[in-house]
């Protein structure tokens, strides 16, 4: 069964610190896609970046990058120097071919982690 | 840019009246998502359709909800009656299908509190 477990409840660090996010699945399908998404204190769910199963290049945009590694299944997050705008929950989620239905895919998402930064 | 818009953003209302809950998908989307976010249980997938067809609304209490896409622009959540355990958060999202599994794009979501 697919799983998304965000180990970390909650992190604080100081502004100017960096901090990663750990997220690691679980899937049998060699098709599958991963998803990070920000949630602030606000309340809405803002779509941070979208990765398939056949690409693990790295990525990265602006203070934000990805590191995506098949062999530990982890998809982690790392913010660079860190803000307090940064301070939100962040979710991790998976959608596979198992979790698809007429072409349309379900996501399983992981409980989330709290970050506050402070200043 | 493209939002998908929920109204309304706040509800309380007592148990056993009826709530309803919209949802605007953004144009053009095809596939509109139903979710409930609590402490406890996190986001949890109530229903969603594909092309205004319900797919899969395992997720819902069958006795009390029920959630509708009466056309491409507005998809409904019903609660009838309401109770004190359905306060949450119930967020809507919409994308589309096809290649690459394009991501759902969420809404700000209703905060419905039962009193």
């Known amino acids: 069964a697919q799983k998304v477990t965000q180990a970390q409840t909650e992190i604080s660090v100081v502004e100017k610190e960096d901090v990663t996010l750990d997220c690691v699945y679980e899937?049998?399908?060699?098709?599958?896609?991963l998803f990070w998404y920000k949630q602030p204190p606000s309340g809405e769910l803002v779509f941070l970046i979208r990765r398939n199963s056949f690409d693990e290049q790295n990525e990265i945009s602006g203070r934000y990058s990805w590191n995506f590694q098949k062999s530990t299944s982890s998809f982690n997050f790392t913010i660079t120097a860190s803000q307090v705008v940064d301070s939100a929950v962040y979710f991790c989620a998976l959608s596979d071919a198992a979790l698809t239905t007429s072409g349309t895919y379900k996501y399983i998402f992981g409980t989330g982690t709290r970050l506050k930064v402070l200043a | 840019d493209a939002r998908v818009t929920q109204t309304p953003r706040h509800k309380v209302t007592e148990m056993g009246q009826e709530v309803t809950m919209r949802c605007q998908p953004i144009?053009?989307?095809?596939?509109v998502f139903w979710y409930r976010q609590t402490m406890m249980q996190g986001l949890e997938l109530l229903a969603y359709?594909?092309?205004?067809?319900?797919?899969?609304d395992s997720g819902m209490p069958k006795d009390r909800f029920s959630a509708e896409m009466p056309d491409a622009t507005l998809a409904t959540l019903k609660i009838q009656p309401s109770e004190p355990r359905d306060s949450a958060v119930y967020f809507c999202a919409s994308g589309t299908t096809g290649v690459g599994n394009q991501p759902q794009h969420f809404g700000d979501g209703t905060r419905l509190s039962i009193l």
């Open positions: 899937t049998r399908d060699t098709t599958y896609y």
């Open positions: 359709f594909r092309n205004r067809a319900p797919l899969d």
């Open positions: 144009l053009g989307h095809n596939t």
